[in-house]
């Protein structure tokens, strides 16, 4: 928690002036290194020891306690001594700060003294398995009431509340420090990410695309176009999934782009919400985090590089991505499964419930609230234009393709004759900004989309921008709930949840055969709990690889055989997080599949998890154990795709035409 500073350690301020009361916050607030740190003092002769600790330590975790020296003086040629917890420093000309991490089990004193002078402050510490009570509270209010705003208020009151107590507050002043310190402090912590403001103004601009190529009868235009192919509910759903497997480079835009460009044609062909939603949010971070050229790889390349640094493995991260694809069994088993899910015509659990009542009573179903209000359509039938939407929607698919080009190009990358095209491509997309190039091809599907309803005369310009900013109101829900998740992701990083999950089962005398299970196990849990992905890889890959390399090496697997192993937990890490993020109501990438779909966020998470899981069980019993033990995947693959085909047929009832 060293980002920012909470308001709730301005006690002193409560008389200034509003207008000065809130410039000193945003002050504290953007100062670097100020957040959730104490700042004391200690003069001495020579000068004042500032005194830089937490606002709370965590047991098993080391906090950081800064200490520097402001001269009253010039000290060239002396120095300072000073004592912290007993051990003994010095600050001098060349080193007037230090940083010393201490771990705080129990209740004790931080204390820094030199000579006489004695700084001290109370330290109880917060356990660490109270970390994961925050997620786990909002993630099983969600289920239960099947309400997500509340869920997630209130599993992040949890974690604030808990932080303040263990701050020696009192229960009621914790809960209500805890509640003020949601809104000033992990809301606008979230909102002030650039990542996350990206995604937001994408996700709008997605939005206003949508509503005006929805008002200009381009959408309609697309629905009498796929209505060529998707003559019923099974080739509908099979349209979306190639276009899911097709938008493959960014889970983002895969899930954005395909939920509202089929959402119409579904809705005529009455497939459900819920299966939209589910065919969207698997085909979107299964694909893009096995796929060769993706928004993912840069970063995959960069968190096995840090598990890899001090491993005595002569290959490149690239190398190692590539030999892992054959363990990376739950994507692919994902993508298959949808595929026969789709191809049988059946369901079983909520989802078919969910796919009946559509086929019975459409997208309204009788008793229940509308997924979201009818769009006003003010075009004339003559205007349903298949290219005023798909012209648009093209833009926004290949303006991102070249601005990950543009923002990741390297020119001495391209003369490199010594690597291949796919890795001078890989190495391209991964050294780009995702971010930008998603906002400006989103801008410009917006342009491109106003541009074509004006220079038709389908709408005047007022009935265009109305259209835009109906489309960007519609998002705000679908925003507060990823805020929401952002908060709840920060409380849980600053509590260390995922490290409490790795030191758990770290702690296991494990064989090097059940450390893939493991891990793949671990990387969901993480990502259930955090509802992130990208998260869990950076904690999981630089923890778990070299104690993987490790234990191989102790139990005295040969090279060949510990490489595998290797290649099957850097896989497995992917995996895990990629099960955890669809199981999880707090994931960023659920919830916009929920958003692009028009889709009850809970009823998507409800109806999904079924499927999940049992994708998930089959990945573990059917790829990541099995494999450990030698039998190759090309035997895997097919054995298992086939027990799942059979699985679906004897579990899943066929659905009404």
């Known amino acids: 928690m060293d980002q920012q500073k909470s308001l709730r350690q301005l006690p002193d301020t409560m008389g200034f002036p509003n207008a000065l009361l809130i410039i000193l916050a945003m002050f504290l607030f953007l100062s670097p290194g100020m957040y959730g740190r104490k700042l004391d003092t200690l003069t001495?002769?020579?000068?004042?020891?500032?005194?830089?600790?937490?606002?709370?330590?965590?047991?098993?975790?080391?906090?950081?306690?800064?200490?520097?020296?402001?001269?009253?003086?010039?000290?060239?040629?002396?120095?300072?001594?000073?004592?912290?917890?007993?051990?003994?420093?010095?600050?001098?000309?060349?080193?007037?700060?230090?940083?010393?991490p201490i771990t705080f089990d129990e209740a004790s004193e931080l204390k820094v003294s030199s000579g006489k002078e004695v700084y001290t402050r109370f330290i109880t510490p917060v356990p660490l398995w109270l970390s994961i009570l925050p997620p786990l509270i909002a993630i099983v209010l969600a289920l239960i009431v099947k309400e997500v705003f509340s869920a997630l208020f209130i599993g992040i009151l949890a974690g604030t509340t808990i932080l303040f107590f263990y701050q020696q507050h009192n229960l009621f002043e914790s809960v209500f420090l805890g509640l003020l310190s949601i809104i000033d402090t992990y809301i606008l912590q979230s909102v002030l990410d650039s990542g996350h403001v990206s995604i937001i103004l994408f996700s709008m601009l997605i939005g206003g695309m949508?509503?005006?190529?929805?008002?200009?009868?381009?959408?309609?235009?697309?629905?009498?176009?796929?209505?060529?192919?998707?003559?019923?509910a099974r080739n509908g759903q099979l349209v979306t999934w190639l276009m899911g497997i097709t938008l493959f480079f960014d889970d983002y835009a895969n899930t954005l782009v395909v939920g509202n460009t089929m959402r119409p044609v579904t809705d005529k062909l009455r497939i459900s919400r819920e299966k939209l939603a589910y065919i969207v949010d698997s085909t979107a971070a299964p694909i893009a985090a096995i796929a060769f050229v993706t928004t993912w790889i840069g970063a995959e390349l960069s968190y096995i590089q840090n598990g890899i640094d001090t491993l005595p493995i002569d290959e490149s991260p690239y190398n190692i991505f590539i030999s892992s694809l054959q363990y990376s069994f739950y994507p692919i088993y994902t993508l298959v499964f949808v595929a026969m899910l789709i191809w049988s015509g059946k369901d079983f659990g909520p989802m078919f419930k969910a796919e009946v009542r559509t086929r019975k009573h459409g997208v309204k179903s009788p008793g229940e609230e509308e997924c979201v209000p009818e769009e006003k359509q003010v075009f004339k039938p003559s205007a349903a234009r298949w290219y005023n939407a798909a012209i648009p929607v093209m833009i926004v698919v290949f303006g991102t393709i070249a601005g990950l080009f543009y923002t990741g190009w390297d020119q001495a990358t391209w003369q490199n004759n010594d690597i291949t095209f796919s890795a001078r491509l890989s190495a391209t997309i991964g050294n780009s900004d995702s971010y930008l190039a998603l906002l400006w091809s989103s801008l410009g599907g917006v342009l491109v989309a106003v541009g074509l309803t004006l220079s038709q005369r389908i709408l005047n310009l007022k009935d265009t921008m109305e259209s835009l900013i109906e489309g960007l109101k519609s998002m705000l829900t679908a925003i507060m709930i990823l805020i929401l998740a952002w908060s709840i992701a920060l409380i849980t990083e600053h509590m260390h949840t995922a490290e409490f999950i790795s030191i758990s089962v770290s702690e296991m005398n494990l064989s090097p055969v059940v450390i893939p299970t493991i891990t793949f196990i671990l990387g969901a849990l993480v990502a259930f709990s955090t509802g992130s992905s990208w998260g869990t890889m950076a904690i999981l890959y630089p923890l778990i690889l070299p104690a993987s390399w490790l234990l191989g090496e102790l139990h005295g697997l040969p090279y060949a055989e510990n490489i595998e192993i290797f290649y099957n937990v850097v896989a497995s890490v992917l995996a895990g997080s990629v099960l955890g993020d669809h199981c999880s109501p707090i994931s960023d990438t659920t919830i916009l599949s929920s958003l692009s779909s028009s889709c009850n966020h809970i009823e998507h998470v409800r109806t999904q998890l079924p499927y999940a899981l049992i994708v998930g069980f089959f990945a573990i019993i059917g790829g990541v154990l099995p494999a450990a033990y030698g039998i190759p995947f090309y035997i895997l693959f097919p054995l298992t795709i086939l027990i799942m085909f059979f699985t679906i047929k004897g579990l899943g009832k066929k659905l009404p035409v």
């Open 210 to 232: 949508v509503s005006i190529i929805t008002a200009n009868g381009g959408m309609q235009g697309i629905v009498n176009y796929l209505s060529k192919f998707a003559s019923n």
């Open 44 to 100: 001495l002769e020579k000068g004042m020891i500032l005194i830089s600790s937490p606002d709370f330590f965590v047991t098993q975790i080391p906090g950081e306690v800064r200490v520097a020296l402001e001269p009253f003086d010039d000290l060239v040629n002396d120095s300072v001594s000073l004592h912290i917890m007993g051990e003994p420093m010095y600050l001098s000309a060349n080193t007037w700060e230090t940083v010393f």
